[in-house]
Structure formats: structure tokens, C-alpha cells
């Protein structure tokens, strides 16, 4: 049977020194918020949703298109606007134009 060794005096500095830097917020009881959504984008799927805001469409409507969860695209959209890649427009998220038209 393989005992794991125990962390070395250097080891353990280097872990502290990992958290102290990445580890901002201290919790103890954690969920993942929405864990069950994807936030996975093919870069084809993204240009998609920046033509697909540019032209008007909705939130609902993009994930219409795209058969995703709306807030899988919200959650894009508001990405890509921090990233300065789509703009803001007429409409917001409800966009000025119908899927139909």
C-alpha cells in the first residue's frame, strides 16, 4: 500500500503563497452558481451571436438560433461587451428586430 508522502516545508509555503495571492474571499459552505448552464463557445458560435446582436436580434431570439439557454447567451453578451466586441444598441436586449422578419 503507497502512503502519499507529506508535503515538504517548501511545498507548503508555495501553497500558502497560492492562496494568500488567487484565494481573494475566504469561504467555507460554497456552491458554483449555475454549474448546470454551459459557458463553453466555439469562436464560430460567437461570431454567430455578435452578427446575430449586430442585426437586432433578441436575447430569446439568439438563443433560438443558437439552441442555447437564454442566460447561456446573456451571459455571452455581457462578455462580449466587457471585451469591447459587440456595442451597445437600440433596444438592449430585447433588440428592435423579430426573429420572423
Known sequence: ?????????????????LEQTYMIHRRRNTITACEDLDFHWDLR???????????????????????????????????????RNISPRKGGALGWKDLES
Open 45 to 83: 458560435e460567437v461570431q454567430l451571436v455578435r452578427d446575430y446582436w449586430k442585426q437586432g436580434l433578441s436575447v430569446v431570439d439568439i438563443a433560438k438560433k443558437m439552441n442555447r439557454l437564454q442566460e447561456e447567451v446573456l451571459i455571452l453578451i455581457i462578455d462580449q461587451s466587457r471585451r
Open 1 to 17: 500500500m503507497n502512503i502519499p508522502a507529506l508535503p515538504t516545508k517548501q511545498q507548503k509555503r508555495a501553497a500558502t503563497k
